[in-house]
């Protein structure tokens, strides 16, 4: 999973608020999926999310020059 999210994320701008990215990871998921899944994928699927967005942002960050 955390590949596809990784390829999800990787065409979102690393600006972009994280609950806007997760609303973009979500919105990718079949229709109905969100809804079954346990509340612990849940919260995996939006930790992972927000692992990778913040890997993206200091990624751009140290590329771009920043602290």
């Known amino acids: 999973m955390e590949s596809i999210l990784q390829n999800?994320?990787?065409?979102?701008?690393?600006?972009?608020?994280?609950?806007?990215?997760?609303?973009?990871c979500k919105s990718r998921l079949k229709k109905g999926a969100w809804e079954n899944m346990t509340?612990?994928?849940?919260?995996?699927?939006?930790?992972?999310?927000?692992?990778?967005?913040k890997k993206n942002y200091d990624l751009y960050t140290y590329v771009m020059g920043g602290m």
Do not use: E, N, Y
């Not at 995996?44 to 990778?52: A, D, E, G, N, Q």
């Open 39 to 53: 509340k612990k994928d849940q919260s995996t699927f939006v930790r992972l999310i927000k692992k990778i967005h």
């Open 8 to 24: 999800i994320l990787g065409r979102v701008h690393v600006a972009t608020p994280i609950d806007d990215a997760i609303a973009i």
